[in-house]
């Protein structure tokens, strides 16, 4: 077995397979969770397990559960997938469910949002009240931990919680804010730090086709087209000679997932029945009702085809019914029986249209930038709708490109994830999407620098909000690539012996080669904070900082020291905040 002193500080020092006995790997997903895992002698057969659950209707899926979390009246946790479904019917017929809480399609808030926190929060579905999406994340994280360990308990297995790394997902678009808050999550899920992996989910699931594709080779140039229930996130990379992967052009994508699709279709309930909250009604009256009748659809949204012909038939639950008047029941009595609702063909397939249209046209765009590619990946749920995958396949414009349709594309990432951790370098180089730098104070020369930047710092005058570059855009920066970020602080004074140093970090997408730039122009992000903790003694009179940041990795990796002194500095990056509350 691994020892405690065997591990990593930072995960990218692991090099060796062996350094966990298990792997576990969490997919928290916009619209179904779940994980998978194997260990160090199963992982060399490409043995990969996957959790089970317990649906509420015969058609559920089992190896994911729907991303639903409720939460009692006074926040504590209640249940989380098919449990919580089944809590909330409960308390629907009680009519206790207004004192609870209940999130889904949550995962989404971390792509919209523009200034994740540990503290921002998440509206219920439904409802007006809010709360901590990090609390909402952990007890997610914490019950897929919590039932992984006992899948490892009934299997008989000697299970130390320090020899286990746990690998979560995040889509390549994300933020790195939002990547950072996954961390959090995590670790507020009482996992230790050392024991989180991040994993880009079209890489993930890159790395798994690679096990059953002997096509994927040295020398190919391939597309991942991760279509999930929230994003679609894309990915281009090259087989190198050694065998791992490298990024040919930057992850791309947007919000056109398979909620998407939903969406369009409540809205044709809604103006059906001529009721904006008929949905909504629905689920007040009769959630069970409610969620057969979306399983329904999900079931219809991938069965169809571009071939599919006659008008396409769902079961209509009778509470909806309660919703027709007479007078509807009339006026639609080609779409609408007493037991179902019949939506005509064309229309049924228009539900798809934005979603399609814009996964056409970003792929056409990422061909005329990178040239030709040898095949494109579909995996994601998303993915197993043969209406979307027959439209992309039969497009002209991908008609020289062989396409890969893995078998359960909606567990490939989970998969993929779970080797990632056995090999977090297999992507040995990665494009930026942005420029990266710090906010730092540089001399103040008055022919350069404006006036309204002038500040006095210990005694010496200094220009505030320099942004100082150490990655720009698009440029391939390799796995363990390091860029240095030095600088100095002064600690003469006694008052300034024991501050604690913040640096931030920002991002930028235009950026002039050369230009000075302040961190206050427009079109700057703080995505977080190096903060660095004062020894026990104090701060010398001068230290001089050096921050070394890995720019190749799934998420930003940071290092710092006093390079003076020659002593670490005890540093955290911390998340983006608000500059005028510090």
């Known amino acids: 077995m691994a020892t405690q002193e065997k591990l990593p500080v930072n995960i990218s020092e692991c090099t060796s397979t062996n350094c966990w006995d298990y792997i576990v790997a969490f997919d928290i997903g916009t619209s179904n969770s779940g994980y998978a895992y194997s260990d160090r002698k199963q992982i060399k057969e490409n043995k990969i397990y996957l959790n089970e659950?317990?649906?509420?209707?015969?058609?559920?899926?089992?190896?994911?559960?729907?991303?639903?979390?409720?939460?009692?009246?006074?926040?504590?946790?209640?249940?989380?997938?098919?449990?919580?479904?089944?809590?909330?019917?409960?308390?629907?017929?009680?009519?206790?469910?207004?004192?609870?809480?209940?999130?889904?399609?949550?995962?989404?808030?971390?792509?919209?949002?523009?200034?994740?926190?540990?503290?921002?929060?998440?509206?219920?579905?439904g409802g007006k009240r809010r709360m901590p999406a990090i609390d909402i994340f952990a007890h997610t994280i914490r019950v897929l931990k919590c039932h992984f360990e006992k899948a490892i308990e009934r299997r008989g297995s000697e299970y130390k919680a320090?020899?286990?790394?746990?690998?979560?997902?995040?889509?390549?678009?994300?933020?790195?804010?939002?990547?950072?808050?996954?961390?959090?999550?995590?670790?507020?899920?009482?996992?230790?730090?050392h024991q989180i992996l991040l994993a880009l989910e079209p890489e993930a699931a890159a790395l798994y086709c690679r096990t059953f594709t002997p096509v994927l080779k040295p020398g190919s140039k391939y597309m991942v087209l991760d279509m999930g229930g929230g994003t679609i996130d894309i990915v281009v990379h090259k087989i190198m000679e050694d065998g791992t992967l490298a990024e040919v052009y930057k992850a791309s994508g947007g919000d056109w997932g398979g909620t998407v699709v939903d969406a369009q279709f409540k809205d044709f309930v809604n103006e059906l029945f001529k009721n904006k909250e008929c949905f909504e009604n629905l689920w007040e009256l009769a959630p069970l009702d409610a969620l057969e009748f979306e399983r329904e659809f999900e079931a219809k949204k991938r069965q169809i085809s571009s071939n599919t012909k006659g008008n396409i038939r769902l079961q209509l639950p009778a509470r909806?019914?309660?919703?027709?008047?007479?007078?509807?029941?009339?006026?639609?009595?080609?779409?609408?029986?007493?037991?179902?609702?019949?939506?005509?063909?064309?229309?049924?397939?228009?539900?798809?249209?934005t979603p399609?249209?814009?996964?056409?046209?970003?792929?056409?765009?990422?061909?005329?930038?990178?040239?030709?590619?040898?095949?494109i990946i579909l995996v994601g749920g998303f993915s197993g709708s043969r209406f979307l995958t027959d439209e992309i396949?039969?497009?002209?414009?991908f008609s020289s490109i062989k396409f890969i349709s893995p078998n359960e594309p909606g567990t490939v990432v989970l998969k993929g994830a779970v080797l990632f951790g056995y090999n977090p370098r297999a992507v040995s180089?990665?494009?930026?999407?942005?420029?990266?730098g710090f906010s730092v104070l540089k001399d103040f020369d008055s022919k350069i620098h404006p006036q309204s930047k002038h500040i006095i710092v210990d005694g010496e005058e200094n220009c505030d909000d320099v942004f100082s570059v150490l990655v720009y855009k698009d440029e391939l920066i390799k796995y363990e690539e390091e860029r240095t970020h030095m600088t100095y602080s002064s600690h003469?004074?006694?008052?300034?012996?024991?501050?604690?140093?913040?640096?931030?970090?920002?991002?930028?997408?235009?950026?002039?080669r050369g230009q000075l730039a302040f961190v206050t122009d427009e079109g700057f992000k703080a995505i977080g904070k190096v903060v660095s903790t004062p020894p026990e003694n104090g701060w010398p009179d001068r230290v001089d900082h050096t921050t070394k940041i890995y720019f190749g990795q799934t998420s930003i990796r940071i290092e710092c020291c006093d390079t003076a002194n020659k002593e670490k500095i005890k540093a955290s990056f911390e998340l983006e905040y608000d500059r005028d509350k510090t």
């Open 356 to 375: 399609k249209d814009k996964i056409i046209g970003i792929l056409k765009n990422i061909l005329v930038e990178i040239g030709t590619i040898n095949f």
């Open 393 to 397: 396949k039969s497009n002209p414009a």
């Open 429 to 436: 180089a990665r494009i930026c999407r942005y420029t990266y």
């Open 53 to 125: 659950w317990t649906g509420n209707f015969s058609h559920d899926k089992t190896a994911k559960a729907p991303s639903i979390v409720l939460f009692n009246e006074d926040r504590s946790f209640n249940s989380f997938g098919y449990e919580a479904e089944r809590n909330y019917a409960r308390m629907v017929q009680d009519k206790i469910h207004q004192k609870c809480y209940r999130f889904r399609n949550f995962k989404m808030r971390l792509y919209h949002e523009m200034h994740i926190s540990e503290t921002f929060e998440i509206q219920e579905e």
């Open 162 to 193: 320090e020899n286990v790394l746990h690998v979560l997902t995040v889509p390549a678009i994300w933020s790195e804010s939002a990547k950072e808050f996954m961390k959090k999550a995590a670790i507020k899920a009482e996992i230790a730090e």
């Open 492 to 512: 003469r004074n006694e008052d300034r012996k024991f501050v604690t140093l913040k640096d931030e970090l920002f991002q930028a997408k235009n950026v002039v």
């Open 320 to 353: 909806l019914m309660q919703f027709a008047n007479t007078e509807i029941q009339k006026e639609h009595k080609q779409t609408l029986t007493l037991a179902h609702m019949h939506v005509q063909n064309e229309h049924f397939k228009s539900f798809f249209t």
